[in-house]
């Protein structure tokens, strides 16, 4: 595709719901990246992805957090439980490599009641 | 922990004035990046700094880098309403560990006629 998209673009879930989202990236971008934006926190780098293998999982906030990656393409980002204060913008991110230029996607908006 | 300061958080300018955003990080960097976010939207790519005495310039905004005083500047030229949006520096880490941007808070600018 011509840009890194994300689904669904917003999201409203109840507390102690899971919810899933998606990112598609660049064609060709071998590394993934994720990212929290909230008015709070600003933004927060929470994992990355150089083909399908995380090789540091530190960011995420909780152990409710989890990522995945197939086919060196599509990532998940699953939120199990989710609480009130994950309430935010998860940005997608991606680039042709290790530290070459992130482009970002237009984000999902997660509200938790 | 690297850590990206940015000033001012605000700024509220008149048409065709000159001003200039900085940016201070905490420990070395391979890079440094200035991405744009108008309102609801995503991060857009402006520039990116790789060396010691960087510059680079498109139209009316000019980035620059000092390595040595782990300081980058944003100047904004004759500024114009169009540029009104939320500026955020990010650096990467040099280290080893995730792959992911640091970023400063933003400076929320607004370019009044």
């Known amino acids: 595709g011509a840009g890194v998209s994300q689904s669904p673009s917003n999201k409203v879930t109840e507390k102690g719901k899971d919810v899933e989202l998606r990112c598609d990236p660049i064609?060709?971008?071998?590394?993934l990246y994720w990212y929290r934006q909230s008015l709070g926190q600003g933004l927060e780098f929470l994992i990355y992805f150089q083909g399908n293998s995380a090789p540091d999982k530190s960011g995420l906030p909780s152990d409710r957090f989890s990522a995945e990656r197939t086919g060196g393409s599509v990532s998940t980002l699953t939120i199990q439980r989710t609480q009130q204060e994950d309430s935010a913008v998860y940005l997608c991110a991606s680039s042709l490599g290790p530290k070459r230029t992130q482009y970002f996607g237009p984000g999902t908006r997660l509200l938790v009641l | 922990e690297l850590k990206v300061e940015q000033n001012p958080l605000f700024l509220s300018m008149q048409e065709g004035k000159n001003y200039t955003i900085y940016c201070n990080y905490s420990?070395?960097?391979?890079?440094l990046y200035w991405y744009r976010q108008d309102p609801g939207k995503s991060l857009e790519s402006l520039f990116v700094l790789l060396s010691n005495g960087a510059v680079k310039q498109e139209g009316r905004l000019m980035a620059s880098l000092d390595t040595k005083a782990r300081l980058s500047t944003l100047h904004i030229t004759a500024a114009v309403h169009d540029l009104s949006a939320t500026y955020f520096c990010a650096v990467e880490y040099s280290g080893g560990g995730a792959d992911g941007l640091t970023f400063g808070k933003g400076t929320h600018l607004i370019i009044q006629p």
């Open positions: 420990t070395t960097s391979d890079r």
């Open positions: 064609s060709g971008h071998t590394a």
